[in-house]
């Protein structure tokens, strides 16, 4: 295969420009494009609703000043050093870089990419460390981005080397959109493996969370660089967000679900997309998305549904566990407050809403309680 190279022009974009380029070089004045011609080759140019295209290529619909945030789930707000967010009591994330394979147009961090861009990136890792030295209840790290495997294997080694000296982390997890987008980042790197399977031991595992999004990335490299991770040690999940137009269709989830329980990764989080400027067309109403995602349930065996469909809200991971009529039954995952987890939500259902603030909470309540008279809902 040709050197893959990337592309942060859309005039260097050969099948776009110049007859599909309308009106998109303002959209990535604000929002900026980049892709490589891995991901680009994926594209059937033919077909204007291409899903990957939906994911990588511009659209004017992000010119929509109407909706979301730019950081909406406060992740600034969970900030203790540069670099590193502490938001529920044993996980920290450390954002180590900028740089992504290419940029997903729903982007939950387009901040990252933009002019709105605050100190949020790692810069000196010695303060990362001590902070999570001096917080023994960290016992997993989520080393994300950006991409952190746009790092060199070098620095990622120094990463994991210094977690690795913190007796009290037993989980490493890396985010990573390297196997969808690039999988030759994985393939033609000769030291990652070996990397990888020196931390990844066999009490203290790293935890490869992917992010297939569309069984059109599910490519025979992809394959390939899914088997060089597993063979190296490392446990493979997968995330995505439900997204329009790319994957809200249940049987073709579950086609995907299906693919890479096959492959070895597990489906892991389903996300609803976070109300991110410019990421409206790609959002579903909740309710919407959780029907799409449990009915593509129906069509899958237990090893492909293991998946969690959640919102990333800033109170909490919000899991969405039931739908009736009248309301629909939310569940905190994950609670900044360890006493908050698995608080129940039920709220009054809306099929217009797209995010927590957009139900009526009508009780909230420990799942223990449902069991008597608890759930006074009107
Ligand atoms: S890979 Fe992740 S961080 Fe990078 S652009 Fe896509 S969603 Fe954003």
Redesign the pocket.
């Known amino acids: 295969m040709d050197k893959i190279r990337y592309l942060s022009e859309l005039t260097d974009v050969a099948r776009l420009y110049p007859f599909d380029m309308g009106n998109l070089e303002a959209v990535t004045t604000r929002f900026p494009f ?1 892709a490589n011609t891995y991901c680009l080759d994926l594209i059937d140019w033919s077909d204007p609703e291409d899903p990957i295209r939906r994911l990588v290529i511009p659209s004017m619909e992000e010119i929509d000043n109407g909706w979301g945030d730019m950081d909406a789930s406060c992740e600034s707000h969970y900030q203790v050093v540069p670099g590193l967010q502490h938001k529920y009591h044993d996980t920290a994330v450390m954002l180590v870089t900028d740089s ?5 147009r ?5 901040r ?2 933009t002019k709105y861009r605050e100190n949020e990136i790692l810069k000196d890792i010695s303060s990362a460390m001590n902070y999570i030295k001096d917080h023994s209840e960290i016992n997993n790290v989520l080393v ?4 952190p495997l746009m790092l060199r294997t070098t620095s990622l080694r120094k990463v994991f080397s210094a977690l690795r000296q913190i007796e009290h982390v037993d989980i490493i997890r890396v ?3 390297a196997a969808a ?1 690039n999988p030759f980042r994985i393939i033609d790197d000769l030291e990652l493996p070996a990397m990888i399977g020196e931390f990844s031991t066999s009490e203290k595992r790293i935890y490869f969370m992917l ?1 297939f999004s569309h069984i059109n990335e599910v490519t025979p490299a992809a394959v390939k660089a899914v088997n060089i991770l597993l063979e190296s040690g490392a446990i493979l999940c997968n995330q995505t967000p439900l997204l329009r137009g790319v994957n809200d269709d249940p049987r073709l989830l579950a086609e995907l679900f299906k693919k890479l329980a096959s492959i070895g990764v597990a489906p892991y989080y389903v996300f609803q997309v976070r109300p991110t400027v410019g990421n409206r067309s790609y959002a579903l109403p909740l309710v919407e998305a959780y029907q799409i995602f449990e009915e593509s349930q129906k069509y899958v065996a237990g090893t492909a549904k293991r998946a969690r469909f959640v919102m990333s809200h800033s109170s909490g991971k919000i899991e969405v566990i039931g739908l009736d009529d009248s309301h629909i039954y939310l569940r905190y995952h994950r609670s900044p407050d360890p006493e908050e987890n698995g608080t129940l939500i039920v709220a009054r259902r809306n099929d217009d809403g797209h995010w927590l603030e957009d139900f009526q909470i009508v009780s909230t309540g420990s799942l223990a309680q449902t069991s008597g008279s608890y759930l006074p809902y009107d």
Do not use: A, Q
């Not at 992504?100 to 997903?104: E, V």
């Not at 729903?106 to 387009?110: G, L, T």
């Not at 994300?144 to 991409?147: C, I, L």
């Open positions: 980049m992504c394979f290419g940029y997903c729903y982007c939950f961090r387009k990252l990419f994300s981005g950006g991409d985010g990573t959109n987008f992010h």
